[in-house]
């Protein structure tokens, strides 16, 4: 059996422990030489242990300016602004639709489509739901699908674009101006006077039955006339007849129709020279004055026809006949414009019936 001294043994003992602790301090360190303890750049600690690693950097989102709002903002005043006009808009859509009923000493159910207060008694500015005028009368169903329905006109309901402008109007608080008058409020009608003007003014109201009968007449002389083309000569005599009989008619409801315009307080005869007028004013004015310019042509024309008679009756200048033919597609613009006067837009109320 070895026996080792206890002196050897010690220095043994001392020379592993050493070795032992030189190895842990190496492992420790991540290596054997001086630069071994430098990890990725790092300075060792000054204690002689590696720092910590140091957080990664994350990389910062590029952020892109701010753009602008280009978009305006809404103002209080722009917010607030009104798009239909009454005397503009809503004026002429009661006068088309609801004047000739009520109105006058005796109007339909006692109800005057002029009295402010009274319109206004059924309406809830801003609110259509609310508004009698418009869920019980203006939108109600037509008569044909419920005969105790309300509907105004009668007739009714109104064609769309006037329903349109109607119901923006009650949405936007439905201002009616204190100071606005309808056309026949504007200047009362003048009683008294001599004998001749009395008459001229009663004549007036003759106005819209005598006016058929030019109208009639003057369109079957261009029939007449047109249809001789093909005929022969024989239509015209009753082209002659015609025409004589609807120029002397055409004079006569020429001057009712100024008494009639006089009386009903209509736009003034020089209303679209001397400011602007309105939808309603500008049809006033080309009917009264297109009425008047078929009436003067009438007589020229039925002048011209009798010119041009022959020894044996017949009238075969070709100058009478165009004047005549003119003279139809006059009266028949001067007819319907007088109908869209009374009854508003004729062509639209048809086209809204038609396509139910």
């Not at 015609?242 to 008494?259: E, F, Q, R, T, Y």
Request: proline share 7%; charged share 15%; hydrophobic share 45%.
């Amino acid at each position: 059996m070895l026996h080792l001294s206890p002196r050897w043994l010690s220095a043994t003992n001392l020379c592993f422990l050493s070795l032992c602790v030189s190895l842990c301090v190496s492992l420790c360190s991540g290596g054997f030489g001086p630069t071994a303890s430098r990890v990725q750049g790092q300075e060792p600690a000054a204690s002689g242990f590696p720092s910590a690693p140091a957080a990664p950097t994350l990389p910062v989102p590029e952020t892109k300016p701010a753009v602008p709002d280009t978009k305006p903002a809404i103002t209080a005043a722009q917010d607030s602004k009104q798009y239909v006009d009454f005397a503009r808009d809503i004026a002429p859509f009661l006068e088309a639709h609801c004047l000739s009923c009520h109105q006058g000493d005796e109007p339909k159910g006692g109800f005057h489509v002029t009295d402010r207060e009274a319109v206004l008694g059924y309406i809830t500015p801003g609110s259509l739901s609310d508004s009698s005028l418009w869920t019980d009368y203006l939108t109600a169903p037509s008569k044909s699908t419920k005969e105790d329905s309300l509907v105004m006109p009668p007739d009714g309901p109104m064609p769309m674009a006037s329903l349109a402008l109607m119901k923006l109007w009650i949405e936007e608080g439905a201002t009616w101006p204190t100071d606005f008058k309808f056309g026949n409020q504007a200047k009362a009608t003048q009683r008294g006077g001599s004998v001749p003007v009395r008459i001229y003014r009663a004549i007036g109201y003759f106005h819209p039955a005598i006016v058929h009968f030019p109208i009639a007449l003057l369109s079957l002389a261009g029939m007449s006339v047109a249809l001789s083309f093909f005929l022969g000569q024989r239509l015209i005599p009753f082209a002659y007849a015609c025409l004589v009989i609807g120029a002397l008619g055409a004079v006569v409801s020429a001057v009712m129709g100024w008494s009639f315009a006089d009386i009903r307080g209509l736009a003034e005869w020089s209303t679209m020279i001397s400011s602007k007028a309105t939808e309603k004013e500008s049809n006033e004015f080309f009917h009264r004055w297109l009425g008047t310019a078929t009436a003067v042509g009438g007589v020229v024309v039925a002048w011209m026809a009798y010119r041009a008679r022959d020894a044996e009756g017949k009238r075969p200048g070709w100058g009478w006949k165009l004047g005549t033919l003119v003279l139809a597609m006059l009266v028949g613009m001067v007819g319907h414009q007088g109908g869209e006067l009374v009854y508003g837009d004729i062509f639209a109320k048809a086209l809204e019936l038609f396509s139910r």
